[in-house]
């Protein structure tokens, strides 16, 4: 019974990227097909530059989660680790959402050339973030703000409550 979690994560981690790796396959599958096959007449060399943009920004975040979600052994061959959990935020969803960006952009992509622009998404999103992480830096205190007579107060009598040393009452025997 002990690693239970990890095997699961494990068995979840290995149903998951091989979702990941059917999507990726049936995305560029079908572009292939449609696109080059089917309208063949309007394929330029600038669709085998976005073919191959799409197969970078499929390859680099699959290959990301795929080392997060790759599971450590022991030197006896034991289970210690599941791998990441791969359904957490953070980064792991950001490389997920790259994926689908990517899989929506080229199966849009058939349809219209205009679609290509939703890349544009991914880099306004990270200075979205990025501004929002250096203001946070950039704006450590509030030096430039009065504070009022009320506002004083209570941060006094908050920091003198803090400052107080803290009892623990304990049970003698």
């Known amino acids: 019974m002990a690693n239970q979690g990890a095997k ?23 572009y292939v097909l449609v696109r080059m096959l089917i309208f063949h007449s309007s ?35 034991e289970l210690l680790d599941g791998g990441f959990d791969m359904s957490t935020g953070g980064i792991c969803g950001y490389l997920h959402d790259v994926i ?27 200075a979205y973030k990025s501004f929002g992480f250096i203001r946070g830096f950039l704006s450590q205190g509030s030096e430039g703000e009065v504070e009022d007579e009320k506002t004083r107060k209570k941060r006094e009598k908050m920091e003198k409550k803090a400052s107080r040393p803290k009892f623990v009452k304990t049970r003698n025997r």
């Open 43 to 77: 394929f330029t060399w600038k669709h085998w530059v976005g073919l191959f943009l799409t197969s970078v920004a499929y390859f680099i975040p699959y290959q990301q989660l795929a080392q997060m979600a790759k599971p450590a052994y022991a030197d006896d061959g």
């Open 8 to 30: 699961k994560r494990k068995e979840g981690n290995t149903r998951h990227m091989a979702n990941l790796r059917r999507l990726i396959i049936a995305c560029n599958v079908i």
């Open 100 to 126: 689908y960006i990517t899989s929506f952009v080229q199966l849009t992509s058939i349809i219209s050339d205009k679609f290509w622009y939703t890349y544009l998404v991914i880099p306004a999103f990270g």
